[in-house]
T-cell receptor, first 113, second 117 residues
Framework: DAEITQSPRHKITETGRQVTLACHQTWNHNNMFWYRQDLGHGLRLIHYSYGVQDTNKGEVSDGYSVSRSNTEDLPLTLESAASSQTSVYFCASSDPSGTYEQFFGPGTRLTVL | AQKITQTQPGMFVQEKEAVTLDCTYDTSDPSYGLFWYKQPSSGEMIFLIYQGSYDQQNATEGRYSLNFQKARKSANLVISASQLGDSAMYFC??????????????FGKGTKLTVNP
């Protein structure tokens, strides 16, 4: 069955370190998204991609970057982790020919000390 | 201004009763889509139901229905015959437009539903 996976599921890091969160989907979807979830804020869009070599900034993109070298993967990099980036991160993908329903990964809980 | 507003931070319902979770949205685009997702305590995001702005009838999926009132810009989720397993966070979300760049979703802050036995 097709799926979307994230790794690691839990990560503890220190302020100033570079961190990369992986997202891999086997749906063959062109669209991929990264969100962060914080209490009281719901899910907020960080970056998104509509295909290979395409990346776009979302609502809360400062301090984050993504790259899309193939259809299956959209890694999220925190250039220099800050305590304000402690959050739960969700990756999602969607098929633009459908209803735009997004399929979500299981999430990564990141703690920045 | 918030594009998606969920005014109920928490809701309680008795098992087997129906419950309505409120969602209002703000957009000037005539083409949009509205979604509801469920997030149980385990953390995963589960798609429940979708309503397109041009759909003539309210969407239904099993015990879930979407009460779509276009003029009022509301898209309330109705859960019939609540079950203990319905206890979760519920998020309303909107996609604007149908052209390139419209696949993004904007989420509300969520409503925590508790089903009491």
């Amino acid at each position: 069955d097709a799926e979307i996976t994230q790794s690691p599921r839990h990560k503890i890091t220190e302020t100033g370190r570079q961190v990369t969160l992986a997202c891999h989907q086997t749906w063959n979807h062109n669209n991929m998204f990264w969100y962060r979830q914080d209490l009281g804020h719901g899910l907020r869009l960080i970056h998104y991609s509509y295909g290979v070599q395409d990346t776009n900034k979302g609502e809360v993109s400062d301090g984050y970057s993504v790259s899309r070298s193939n259809t299956e993967d959209l890694p999220l990099t925190l250039e220099s982790a800050a305590s304000s980036q402690t959050s739960v991160y969700f990756c999602a993908s969607s098929d633009p020919s459908g209803t735009y329903e997004q399929f979500f990964g299981p999430g990564t809980r990141l703690t920045v000390l | 201004a918030q594009k998606i507003t969920q005014t109920q931070p928490g809701m309680f319902v008795q098992e087997k009763e129906a419950v309505t979770l409120d969602c209002t949205y703000d957009t000037s685009d005539p083409s949009y889509g509205l979604f509801w997702y469920k997030q149980p305590s385990s953390g995963e995001m589960i798609f429940l139901i979708y309503q397109g702005s041009y759909d003539q009838q309210n969407a239904t999926e099993g015990r879930y229905s979407l009460n779509f009132q276009k003029a009022r810009k509301s898209a309330n989720l109705v859960i019939s015959a609540s079950q203990l397993g319905d206890s979760a966070m519920y998020f309303c979300a909107m996609r604007e437009g149908t052209q390139g760049g419209s696949e993004k979703l904007v989420f509300g802050k969520g409503t925590k539903l508790t089903v009491n036995p």
